[in-house]
């Protein structure tokens, strides 16, 4: 299976909003309410920020949501702050699979 | 607080096997699944497989079938990655996760270097 579509970059001034998109299968996104969206800032270990398609990980700011739509899953940080600045990657279930999204660079303005 | 903590870096010669642990504490080891993770210099994240450590269950990605080998005793998981190419050469992570592959926790990660 391929990887899931993500742009290679987003950015964004601080305070506004910015959402990433993450564009999948219906046999990976589109299929399950199962994608997960990590952010990695540099030389650090993923952290998990959004799972189950829109909820939060423990202690993640509620500046941070997900949803889905189809095949298209999305990520919108609201109320961008200087420390949102990372990567991001989206995950799917896919049955006995995980696909990871080839990530997104978010840079605050 | 739950750990993942992983073993030192490598460095290995083409063709040859490398093999990374993950040593968990402070959860029921056999409740989560470990995912194996890597991510080549500048790269984004690839998924290489996962291990179900209540009953050794393994699903690999297509592209490392043959190659990795993940297997687990009472609180690490093991991942052996064999015929190492220089393009393996990569971070290697693993982590904890549900079923439906959330993962809350993850390892230092680990780096192997592949060079002749």
């Known amino acids: 299976q391929s990887a899931l579509t993500q742009p290679p970059s987003a950015s964004g001034s601080p305070g506004q909003s910015v959402t990433i998109s993450c564009t999948g299968a219906?046999?990976?996104?589109?299929?399950?309410?199962?994608v997960s969206w990590y952010q990695q800032h540099p030389g650090k270990a993923p952290k998990l920020m959004i799972y189950?398609?829109?909820r939060r990980s423990s202690g993640v700011p509620d500046r941070f949501s997900g949803s889905k739509s189809g095949n298209t899953a999305s990520l919108t940080v609201s109320g961008l702050q200087a420390e949102d600045e990372a990567d991001y990657y989206c995950?799917?279930?896919?049955?006995?699979?995980?696909?990871f999204g080839g990530g997104t660079r978010l840079t605050v303005l | 607080q739950v750990q993942l903590v992983q073993s030192g870096a490598e460095v290995k010669k083409p063709g040859a096997s490398v093999k990374v642990s993950c040593k968990a504490s402070?959860?029921?080891?056999?409740?989560?699944?470990i995912h194996w993770v890597r991510q080549a210099p500048g790269q984004g994240l690839e998924w290489m497989g996962r291990?179900?450590?209540?009953?050794?269950g393994t699903n690999y990605a297509q592209k490392f079938q043959g190659r990795v080998t993940m297997t687990r005793d009472t609180n690490t998981a093991y991942m052996e990655l064999s015929r190492l190419r220089s393009d393996d050469t990569a971070v290697y992570y693993c982590?904890?996760?549900?079923?439906?592959?959330?993962?809350?926790?993850w390892g230092q990660g680990t780096l192997v270097s592949v060079s002749s």
């Open positions: 982590a904890r996760a549900d079923f439906w592959s959330a993962s809350d926790y």
């Open positions: 402070e959860y029921t080891f056999t409740g989560y699944y």
């Open positions: 291990i179900n450590p209540n009953n050794d």
């Open positions: 219906s046999s990976d996104v589109g299929g399950y309410n199962y």
């Open positions: 189950e398609v829109s």
């Open positions: 995950s799917s279930y896919a049955g006995s699979n995980t696909l």
